[in-house]
């Protein structure tokens, strides 16, 4: 049974910084592209960030290029959100994904269209950013 649980989410100021994680369990997953997804209220799901199985490739969103960072360690079934520079625009619920490995990129890139290649869901961490 597949498995995504995210944690880290939190209130924070614009300017700060915070750090998702989402651990796997259930399948293989050095073997998996994983993802980041957001779904700011009355908006639809889409891609912000995705990485290959060994970590050497990675694509962002352009909204988040420069200040988000996703990395990922295979020894503990664990992929990761940096955040940096969060503005209120950041305000979402953050999903982790399983994606079809050959769209990887396309999960990161393709704005709302992204969601059609995810195989798992988590249930997602709210992230808030607000003075």
């Known amino acids: 049974q597949v498995r995504l649980v995210e944690s880290g989410g939190g209130s924070v100021q614009p300017g700060g910084s915070l750090r998702l994680s989402c651990v796997a369990s259930g399948y293989t997953f050095g073997s998996s592209c994983m993802a980041w997804f957001r779904q700011a209220p009355g908006n639809v799901r889409e891609g912000v960030a995705s990485i290959f199985t060994g970590g050497g490739s990675t694509y962002y969103a352009d909204s988040v290029k420069g200040r988000f960072s996703i990395s990922r360690d295979n020894a503990k079934n664990t992929v990761y959100l940096q955040m940096n520079s969060l503005t209120p625009e950041d305000t979402a619920m953050y999903y982790c994904?399983?994606?079809?490995?050959?769209?990887?990129?396309?999960?990161?890139?393709?704005?709302?269209?992204?969601?059609?290649?995810?195989?798992?869901w988590g249930e997602g961490t709210l992230v808030t950013i607000s003075s």
């Open positions: 994904a399983k994606v079809t490995f050959p769209a990887c990129k396309w999960a990161a890139v393709s704005g709302t269209k992204g969601a059609a290649v995810v195989d798992y």
